[in-house]
Nanobody, 127 residues
Framework: QVRLVESGGGSVQAGGSLILSCTASGHTYSRNCVGWFRQVPGNEREGVASIDSDGGSTYYVDSVKGRFTISQDNAKNTVYLQMNSLKPEDTAMYYC????????????????????WGQGTQVTVSS
């Protein structure tokens, strides 16, 4: 059994910053892919960023490149998403997800590829 819990969401003005945390508990594995997704009601769930345990390779959707940074602290079983220069278009519910069957994020942008999900944390950016 694995649990993922997100935290760090909130309301900020455009240009502000937030850092999201995703902490895993239960039966976890050293090899994994962890991703961040976001979703606005009525829209599809969008892959934002992911990170591999094999080499720590990171991936970002074009719209957040240069503004968001994903990182991991394996000792704490935690993955972070540092979000800078936030825009109103970033407003969404943000979810973290994990795949413990692989050590690289070959399918990291596909929500159906992940096995475990957190409950989400809301990010609201005002103009």
């Amino acid at each position: 059994q694995v649990r993922l819990v997100e935290s760090g969401g909130g309301s900020v003005q455009a240009g502000g910053s937030l850092i999201l945390s995703c902490t895993a508990s239960g039966h976890t594995y050293s090899r994994n892919c962890v991703g961040w997704f976001r979703q606005v009601p009525g829209n599809e769930r969008e892959g934002v960023a992911s990170i591999d345990s094999d080499g720590g390779s990171t991936y970002y959707v074009d719209s957040v490149k240069g503004r968001f940074t994903i990182s991991q602290d394996n000792a704490k079983n935690t993955v972070y998403l540092q979000m800078n220069s936030l825009k109103p278009e970033d407003t969404a519910m943000y979810y973290c997800a994990a795949n413990f069957r692989v050590g690289s994020c070959t399918g990291g942008s596909r929500w159906y590829w992940y096995d475990y999900w957190g409950q989400g944390t809301q990010v609201t950016v005002s103009s």
